[in-house]
């Protein structure tokens, strides 16, 4: 016995999200099911506009409704600094930090010659542009992860850029604030030892 | 700086499903956005259409698109045995061993005193009047799940049924096929020594 096509269907969709097998779609397909039904039109409805409404800001590649983005458009924040991340989301963990008030760019990705990705597969090009039509801009700080893929990627932006004479600056590797030296790993303690700050 | 109205709607939507906090939902939305359009379009239809187009059936409470549901329309299937389930998924679970040609009731739950579930908000009532109209049904399986509620609940089943002179069954417990008893618990263990079988 096959499930009704209405199920198989919502199943099928369900095992399009990344980590979400056919179990995990059928648990989530009759679970919608038992949904309120308003609920069910929301949640088809938002899946609709957040593909239809949003698109990348034209100058740093930010998700938004309007172009620009409104970090781009706010002329109140600091022009002179660009954070360079991997994702949109990446800008809204920065942000609920509150502490950077600078601007962004953000390159779809990392360098990684496993998956086949160049620079030019990166939103690298016009960040050079925007590097040299804003002569304002004195300093570019790289937030690429703390990965293989994340740390080659800083290297070859910082490359690109310094010859310009702009500052490019990393974020620091360290211990996690509140955490145990006993759980850090070899590689987090070597960068927290070779960034110690004096007291 | 809060998410575009369309991303937030979309993470409000992804976190009504079980399992999903906000940090799951956020890398949903995101996805969904890197997504392919035709796929978002068919997902969100399924969504509509699973909720427009599935009803229970009226006389089994299986999940169905007609009614009655294929299975009770199906006049070549034994019309002796009903196999009672907890959820409409269980039926599927069933259908995939083939090895069951019977019919089937699905009480939608089981009593739960925590829950505040009683034998009145199951689909019991329906399977009394089934039993009644159906003089043919000669035994009734009782394949809910082996947790406390399971078992209470087919005890529960079990003594509302076998006084109208109707066979009552329930599933065996015991070890998993190529399990290891190394692994088994003490209750399984014990379900199995007291239910063996004659070689």
């Known amino acids: 016995m096959q499930y009704p096509e209405p199920i198989a269907q919502l199943i099928d969709g369900y095992m399009k999200l990344p980590g979400i097998g056919q179990k995990s779609a059928t648990r989530l397909a009759f679970f919608t099911i038992d ?17 239809r409404d949003l698109h990348f800001c034209s100058i ?15 002329k109140t924040r600091d022009q002179t600094h660009v954070l360079v991340v991997e994702q949109p989301k990446d800008i809204m963990v920065m942000e609920k930090m509150k502490e950077y008030h600078g601007l ?11 998956e086949g990705k160049g620079p030019e597969d990166l ?17 570019v700080i790289i937030a690429t992860n703390a990965t293989p893929e994340g740390e080659a990627t800083a ?20 211990l996690s604030v509140g955490s145990d030296i006993e759980y850090a790993d070899e590689m987090t303690l070597f960068k927290a030892v070779e960034g110690r700050t004096e007291m």
Chains 1, 2 share one sequence.
């Open 35 to 51: 949904m309120a039904e308003d609920d069910v039109t929301a949640f088809s409805k938002a899946l609709i506009a957040a593909k």
């Open 60 to 74: 740093c590649g930010n998700i938004t409704e309007g172009d620009p983005c409104s970090i781009c458009a706010d």
């Open 104 to 114: 962004y760019h953000v390159l779809h990705g990392v360098m990684s010659p496993i």
């Open 123 to 139: 939103n690298i090009a016009s960040l050079i542009n925007r590097l040299q039509q804003n002569p304002n801009i004195k300093e």
């Open 155 to 174: 290297m070859y932006l910082s490359r690109l850029i310094k010859p310009a004479g702009i500052k490019v600056t990393r974020l620091a590797h360290g």
